[in-house]
């Protein structure tokens, strides 16, 4: 059981080329792990070919497929979304503040409105009603 | 003895031919071409089957395992590199599913596929050689999967150490440090049967 490339220390020299093969070595290993038997090549050819068949049209291999490139896009997409709801969130925000705030009723009458009209516009304002006719009940 | 070479395996020399005619048949599988698919099956799969059964220890597993494999490598063709021979990738993928299928099935016994004639020493007689075998059966189980697996794919079915490196994705020199491993604990434990030659 010796090979033709020997190190100094006895063993292969492992950094130089290719080991010799041990053909002693591999016939007692090839007695126990035995020899790849022969397949039916044709058989197993047109099993794969069926399974690969079935593979095509299942959704899993669909989604198995794009999956590489789904996965970074909706990562992408998700970020996208967040990033956009939280741009459109500020000036609504702000524009709903801006929305509720009170309609000065001084500066319309001083404009020329009417006291009664400046009253109704600023109390629609306020409580964003159509019809403010209650206001004459108090 | 000579150990047999891998049945499709490319010749090294080969390795640029082999590599276009792979990328040629690639490109026409990720066109929709079937038939292609089904080339490169027929091509690569003895080898692959070799090392299907080798990682596995047994035929059905191995032709499981290699259905398996070329449906993934199917699946999954859009991330092979075009401009790498298709061989190493489905070995890869190959020892990689094989590994969990054996982790999954130790149970199952591995089959017997010894091919008729012994090639074990002549000088040995039955009980020898049977005691032989018994030892050195338990010498492999106690390997590292990866040098039981560099040994036998080396040793008994005749692969380059290129060859396995690229399979496990390892350097050559990185595979031949796991051969000089494992041939050292098996001589260790054959020396009684064999003699130490070295």
Known sequence: MTDSR???HGGEDIFGGEPARDARLGALLADVVGRPPEADWHALAERIATARTRQRG???????RWERRAIPVAIAAGLAGVLALWGLGMPATARATGAV?????VAAMVEGTPAD??????ARSVTSAE???FIGAY | MTPPAPPTAPPVDDRAATVARDAALVQRVRAGDDGAFDELVRLYMRQAFQVAFRVVGHREDAEDLLQEAFLAAHQYLDSFDASRPFGPWLMRIIANRGANLRRSRTRRQTEEEVDGVSTAPSALDESERAEMREILTRALA???ERQRLIVTLFDVDGMTSTEIGEMLELAPGTVRWHLHEARRALRAVLTRFVGDEE
Do not use: V
């Open chain 1, 101 to 105: 705030t009170p309609s000065d009723p």
């Open chain 2, 142 to 144: 106690t390997l590292p």
């Open chain 1, 117 to 122: 009209d400046a009253a109704r516009s600023f």
């Open chain 1, 58 to 64: 299942s959704w899993l291999a669909y989604a198995g």
């Open chain 1, 131 to 133: 019809d403010p006719s």
């Open chain 1, 6 to 8: 020997q190190a100094p």
